[in-house]
């Protein structure tokens, strides 16, 4: 029997996220006042502890819709209390992603949660439940490019400034790669309900690798460049010019030779 203290606790906000916030917050402070000796350590963290609290937003929004949904087992699962530790594949959803970030500055879209799809009717709701995380990506990346667009950069550091690019960036890469229709992404997620059957059974197979073909197509250059070209022609369309985003990027990569531009700023 689920008592009311039960369902309290289910939906708890986990101290693992509210740490991640807090490390979010000090370094992003750090970064705007220019604390940190290091301000590429300070950027790092901002922008590496941002972007996992925007993979557990995405997969709450999973989690959420699937709950309003009918699938009420969801809170058990331990997805509504934003705890990364608590996902299905917390490789795929916070390890990989941030990896990537890491290695290439790209925002891999990652794992998922459980979702128990024979308790929910309604192909709309599977459609919603599917297009939630990639659209919490979405809001992400407009409250990161607000400052942008709506010329609010009076008195914002240089610095903080480029995170702010560069963590705009790795969110719109992210819901363009989860929207892609490709088995095993959000975006197939969102048009499976409307498939027929028959289709559906010979999709199937392929889910488990469609991050994996995802990652493999984009190692070949012309994919690559072609991809980033959209990213940079839709930044631009939100006054994030390619400047800041390299910068950011430079900075984030602390370790590498730093252009000595983007540490002098603007």
Request: proline content about 5%; aromatic content about 14%.
């Amino acid at each position: 029997m689920t008592t009311a203290t039960g369902r309290h606790s289910d939906r708890r906000i986990s101290p693992v996220f509210l740490g991640i916030v807090a490390v979010a917050a000090v370094t992003g402070w750090a970064t705007w006042t220019g604390f940190a000796e290091q301000p590429g350590v300070a950027v790092f963290l901002f922008v590496t502890a941002a972007w996992i609290v925007s993979l557990c937003l995405h997969e709450y929004a999973h989690a959420r819709t699937a709950l309003h949904s009918g699938d009420i087992s969801i809170g058990a699962k331990g997805y509504l209390t934003l705890n990364p530790l608590k996902y299905t594949h917390a490789l795929l959803s916070i390890v990989l992603p941030v990896l990537f970030v890491i290695m290439g500055g790209i925002g891999l879209p990652g794992g998922a949660v459980f979702i128990e799809r024979s308790r929910i009717r309604g192909r709309w709701k599977h459609s919603l439940i599917s297009a939630a995380g990639p659209l919490t990506n979405v809001l992400f990346a407009v409250v990161c490019t607000a400052p942008f667009w709506l010329d609010a950069l009076d008195g914002v550091p240089a610095d903080f400034q480029f995170a702010l690019a560069f963590l705009a960036l790795l969110q719109v890469t992210a819901a363009l790669l989860n929207f892609l229709p490709i088995p095993g992404l959000d975006g197939y997620g969102v048009i499976e309900p409307w498939l027929s059957y028959k289709i559906r059974r010979q999709v199937e197979p392929y889910a488990p690798f469609g991050l994996l073909f995802v990652f493999a197509i984009l190692w070949i250059p012309e994919v690559n460049n072609q991809f980033f070209d959209a990213i940079d022609a839709l930044l631009r369309a939100l006054d994030i010019d390619e400047i800041r985003t390299y910068c950011g990027q430079n900075l984030y990569r602390f370790w590498t030779e730093t252009d000595q531009y983007c540490s002098i700023g603007q």
